[in-house]
């Protein structure tokens, strides 16, 4: 029994947005890295996604960062999703523009961000390999449900 206790520890969630990874060494921020690599790759389906890729990452890990950066993650989601506007118009005009209000956008307010919460529905650990065929789909589910948790999905039920 004592032989098998090393493989037997527990796998400590990501105290942010709760993920678990099978592989040791492996963290929300080592996954991230490596798609941040790919994304720097300027080859698709990565390349074009990047600024929704962040700011899904931001969003789930918001400890620490300035409610602007937070804001900003939320209005690029929001727009693209939720509007359907293009992804690289998106990033490429918060880029160029200062800090602003998700008003300015046109999106509603950032709602309270969900700090060390367990049931986001999905995380950079529910991604893979990020593998070229399936990337795409498995980021647009991860970016949907953020948005679902965050605020989108909540109006909808109290709605209906
Ligand atoms: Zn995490």
Redesign the pocket.
Known sequence: MDGQRRFMEPISP?P??G?TFAEPGVS?ASRFDRLLALDHSRTEPWGTRHGLAFAAFTL??AFGKPREALERAYVMLYRVYEFGDDRMKVAGALRGTPPSSPAEWGVPPLPPVLRGEPAWGM??ADLGSFSADEYAGLLDSWCKAILDRLSVGRLKRETT
Do not use: E, L, N
Request: hydrophobic share 20%.
């Open positions: 990501c942010q947005c993920a929300c789930q890990h995380t950079i």
